[in-house]
């Protein structure tokens, strides 16, 4: 709101704010100030940035050596490769848009009705967001696995050999882990964009008529639109570089990009290979994290 | 609408926990409740390997969640003193870690410490690296979020009153950001507990953090040990995330 005011700045050269502005008044001159920008720039620079340079660098060097784009060549000519992209992806928009729907369920009824733990409820996701996720494929394992509570159920009633529920395995198995993991990550927005809902509007509405389900799409859906689209587009960033969850399950037929860039160099020592998926990730991660970083300033998030 | 929260919530979000949690004091689980009471694998579990590891895993989190924290708030402070342009910059920057996927930045550190002229490969300081670039951006987000809500009053007042810039950022800007620093800092620590993706890739086998030491058991089959082993981890990381929120509400006292 403030880089609204701000807008009428002094043409030439750099010059004071006017008042109110975050700018203090005791910040160093410019070039002082960017001296001491310097040296978080250069360690970030060291530990990140070059690091970063040289998987590019080593996406182009194949091991027979020389420079060319050899390694991209064979990386997008195998199948494995396209297999993982595939599965990524699918895996990833499934998981975002289970978790919107659920989130947008769970967060409704949080806010809209009374009961007395929300508090406790909004504490309990704090603490289950500062878990590592593999401990949900971990909990699942328990719950679906081949001897798990489920399956033990199962074959405890029917007396059959095996229990009906094989799909942690697959990619469902992933899936279901990734929907309960970051689900409360659409829950937080959404959770402040309704405490920001003007009750008076709901109130006049069910006072006009309008049953639940048509306040819910008519009057709550738009407001909250641009929370979901903030936590929609966080969670299909971190869906589609999830590793934890997917090493986890142990399933051998799931491939996605960064556990075929742990396999590739970890298990091959194919490094170049290695590089070049993971430039390919970076791409599309950095790409649409830049999308949901446009779209969560829209939504004031 | 209860009755549809309780179906949703519980079983998706408490089970999990309570599951791992069930299954850490159990030897069997084929039917639908655990079986066969046992607190040997705590035994286990907080012993020898497993000790070390819970050891290494603190360690490197505090080790991971300092240094973001300084590299955090010194950029964040630079950066509010940057003309507008330069600033996005380097926020932007700043931001990279997060949109980066954990594995790659594993990857690059491990490219890049594997040769001279900085050969860390091998040794802890490798995996403390890593760790501290993917918090670091967590640690700048939430202080320059803080410090763009701060009231640029305190500080024009001090300064007003001739107080040196250095004396301004000790006695008033830090204090007052103190909450979210220290808010950020429970968060760096819980991130670098858990981390396991970037710390698959660079783990020399002297320094194993506690979720190596979790998917090693898991893979291994011994899904038993592993679950008190994840217990350990969660009480660990809570009673830090605690005695953290213990510090901010003493401060906000203040």
Redesign the interface.
Known sequence: MTEVVRKPRAVLG?SRPPG?????????R?FG??L??L???A??AL??????A??VQ?SFQPDTGGTSVQPYADVFASSAFREALWTTVWLAVAATVGCLV?GF??AL??AF?P?PGAKA?AR??D??L???????T??????Y?T???AN??W??VTGAAEGPFQFLTTPWGVLLAEI?YF??FVMRPLLAAFSQLDTGQLEAASSLGARAPRIVRQVVLPEALPALAAGGSLVL?LC??E??IV??T?AKGVTT???L??GK??LESD?PG??VV?VV??LI??G???LY?VVSRRAGA | MWAVFLVLFLPLFALPLLVVLGASFATNWSGVLPSGFTTAHYEAATRGEALQALTTSLVTATAASLLALATGTWAALAAAALKQRYRKALDALFVLPLAVPSVVVGLATLVAFSQPPMLLNGTRWIVIIAHSVLVTAFAHQSVSAALARLDPAYEQAAASLGASPAYVLWRAKLPLLLPSLTAAAGLCFALSMGELSATMMLYPPDWTPLPVLIYAATDRGALFTGSAVAVVLMTATLLVLLAVSRIRTRASYR
Do not use: D, E, H
């Open positions: 750099w109110g502005s975050r700018k203090s008044s005791t910040a160093p410019p100030a960017l001491w920008a040296p978080p720039l360690l970030l530990v990140f940035l070059y690091p970063l040289l998987v080593q659920l369920v769970l009824v949080i009705v009961f409820v309990f996701i603490v289950f500062s878990f590592p996720s593999f401990l949900i971990l909990a699942l394992l328990f719950v696995g001897v798990g509570m033990g159920a074959t405890g309960t689900t409360p960033v589609l570089n590793f934890g090493l986890f142990g990009l960064p556990t860039v742990y160099a970890i490094y290695a590089c993971a990730n970076v991660s950095v649409l994290y830049g970083r």
